[in-house]
């Protein structure tokens, strides 16, 4: 099983914006950049919902 980096996935979401936000990035780029930040931000979300799970745990 692959081990979800959460500053490693942020990073690329970084040089992402930097890639859709180029004037010299394609169409067919800026879809596929699309579709991995969603995939990124999904796999955040839920990194996030688990430490936050783990931390209310702990506080009880």
Same mark, same amino acid.
């Given at each position: 099983?692959?081990?979800? !980096? @959460?500053?490693?996935?942020?990073? #690329?979401?970084?040089?992402?914006?930097?890639?859709?936000?180029?004037?010299?990035?394609?169409?067919? !780029?800026?879809? +596929? @950049?699309?579709?991995?930040?969603?995939?990124?931000?999904? +796999?955040? #979300?839920? @990194?996030? #919902?688990?430490? #936050?799970?783990?931390?209310?745990?702990?506080?009880?």
């Amino acid at each position: 099983m692959e081990t979800f !980096d @959460y500053k490693e996935a942020v990073a #690329r979401l970084e040089k992402i914006a930097e890639k859709v936000e180029d004037p010299a990035t394609g169409i067919e !780029d800026i879809d +596929k @950049y699309v579709k991995e930040s969603n995939d990124l931000i999904e +796999k955040c #979300r839920a @990194y996030l #919902r688990t430490v #936050r799970e783990k931390i209310d745990t702990s506080f009880k």
